[in-house]
């Protein structure tokens, strides 16, 4: 009976272990699965050729171990070929062509009919400044440089076309299927140097001595409910629902509030980046304004958990946003991750009247205080890591447009024609328009577990699919998160976390 005994014991182990390996992977996924997604892992399992490996994946989730090894942020290749600027002039107008052709009018009715306008002062006042972290080794990537090194591929062909994809016909990939992804036409294991964007680093950005960093606390609870604050439903709007007044203002308590000094702060040159941050410009109506402020990079490197890591991706879309309500500034959002999280104006840290956010070290997540931030994983095994590195001021070098998200709901997806819903700012009247409309990835497809760069782990893989661009960053959305489920929060706490 000893043996009967033994023999439970061991199944019952077995047993306990399969279901920690099952339920572990769906704790630390914060997002849900559909069937969809179900199936396409399924795929990705049986694309291993090894059966231990598959069976191994299917009942402990653990897959891919013979692929394991050390994956270093730069594989030692520092023979940066940084581009001869001369005396070119700030990137900031990089895409236009040298001569600006003249304009058929006959050929597109709609083109003629687009009105330009200003981005609003207020926006550029209080546009967001970015702390990249110091030791940083993959910072901010040009979207056109970085399609340049990319070929078009639908599943694992490459797109039969003699078309050479730039942002002026990257939505014309469309045609072919929403499922297209942009590959790197290099292995990203070999770091190539056009993944590091080396020669779009900001100069480093010393502290003030002028007493105008704003990094005190305010005071208040951060888990506050916005209605017994606020006196409209700014955080909740759309053009289908309006602001509403919550209570008169006369009638409120007065907050501790710190005073905004209006000292028409201006852009550092020191923070200019040769890359050019993307600001879209979203109109909510009952004068609610979302400025939404896109940071691209070429490579995400993922953190590691014991010498192993997870979460590379080719391709790197990150966001934050500012809403404005009849031109003041009511709340932030910081893009982390699946997720985010949001944050009244008063809340954040600031130079003057700009807020200050700091990007998290390889996975270019953006937090609002700097520091360690566990997440996903218990003990902070998993954590990003932010801290006051060079300063890049998107104000000085960016793509500006105008969003309708009305018109992008009206256009016909199986039309030929690219939508009208984006159109640049008067300030850069030729910026390109067509890679807003592209459909599929930024970045390559996430790697079979044939392919020796890849394995995962309790449901987290070393390489993920590349990102959809910013047109899938829920622009149209009402209240100030991504998801319904949506928190403001009236102080700092590095221990928030939006999931």
Not at 73 to 83: A, H, L, T
Not at 209 to 221: L, T
Not at 287 to 302: R, T
């Amino acid at each position: 009976m000893i043996w009967l005994r033994r023999f439970t014991l061991l199944l019952a182990f077995m047993l306990l272990i399969s279901f920690g390996a099952w339920l572990l992977p769906r704790v630390l996924d914060p997002t849900t699965k559909g069937p969809e997604r179900r199936a396409r892992d399924k795929r990705w399992v049986n694309s291993s050729p090894y059966f231990l490996d598959r069976q191994a994946c299917r009942w402990i989730s653990l897959c891919g171990l013979h692929h394991l090894r050390s994956d270093p942020p730069s594989r030692g290749n520092d023979e940066d070929e940084e581009p001869e600027w001369g005396d070119l002039k700030r990137r900031s107008l990089s895409w236009e062509p040298e001569e600006i052709p003249r304009q058929n009018h006959k050929r597109n009715v709609n083109q003629r009919r687009r009105i330009l306008r200003d981005i609003p002062n207020y926006v550029t006042k209080h546009a967001p400044l970015v702390h990249l972290y110091s030791g940083e080794e993959f910072w901010p990537s040009d979207i056109s440089q970085h399609v340049e090194h990319m070929t078009a591929y639908l599943g694992e062909e490459p797109i039969n076309s003699t078309e050479k994809w730039t942002l002026h016909n990257l939505h014309e990939l469309n045609k072919y299927s929403d499922k297209v992804t942009l590959r790197s036409d290099d292995d990203v294991e070999s770091r190539p140097n056009w993944l590091h964007s080396h020669y779009n680093t900001p100069k480093p950005f010393p502290d003030d001595k002028d007493g105008d960093h704003d990094s005190r606390p305010p005071v208040g609870n951060p888990r506050g409910r916005p209605e017994a604050r606020e006196p409209t439903t700014w955080y909740d709007v759309g053009k289908n629902r309006p602001v509403h007044k919550i209570s008169d203002p006369r009638n409120r308590k007065p907050q501790n509030r710190r005073r905004q000094e209006s000292n028409g702060h201006k852009p550092d040159t020191n923070g200019y980046s040769a890359a050019p941050a993307v600001l879209v410009v979203v109109d909510k109506g009952s004068g609610i304004v979302d400025a939404f402020w896109f940071f691209f990079y070429s490579y995400n490197l993922g953190q590691t958990v014991f010498n192993i890591r997870f979460g590379n991706h080719v391709g790197d879309w990150e966001h934050c946003m500012v809403r404005f309500e009849h031109g003041v500034p009511r709340g932030v959002f910081f893009s982390e991750h699946e997720g985010g999280q949001a944050y009244a104006f008063e809340a954040v840290e600031k130079r003057g009247e700009r807020p200050v956010i700091y990007s998290a070290v390889g996975s270019h997540a953006m937090y609002a205080l700097p520091g360690n931030h566990a997440y996903v994983l218990p003990f902070k095994l998993l954590k990003d890591v932010t801290d006051k590195g060079p300063l890049w001021d998107p104000a000085l070098n960016n793509y500006a447009y105008h969003y309708d998200h009305m018109k992008e709901k009206d256009h016909d997806p199986d039309a030929k024609h690219e939508p009208l819903s984006l159109i640049p700012a008067a300030s850069n009247p030729h910026a390109p328009t067509s890679w807003f409309h592209y459909r599929g990835r930024w970045g390559d497809e996430v790697y079979s577990l044939a392919d020796p760069r890849q394995w995962r782990l309790f449901g987290q893989y070393h390489y993920v699919t590349g990102p959809n661009g910013p047109r899938f960053k829920t622009l149209d959305r009402g209240k100030m998160c991504q998801r319904q489920n949506c928190k403001i929060l009236y102080n700092l706490d590095s221990k928030n976390t939006w999931y």
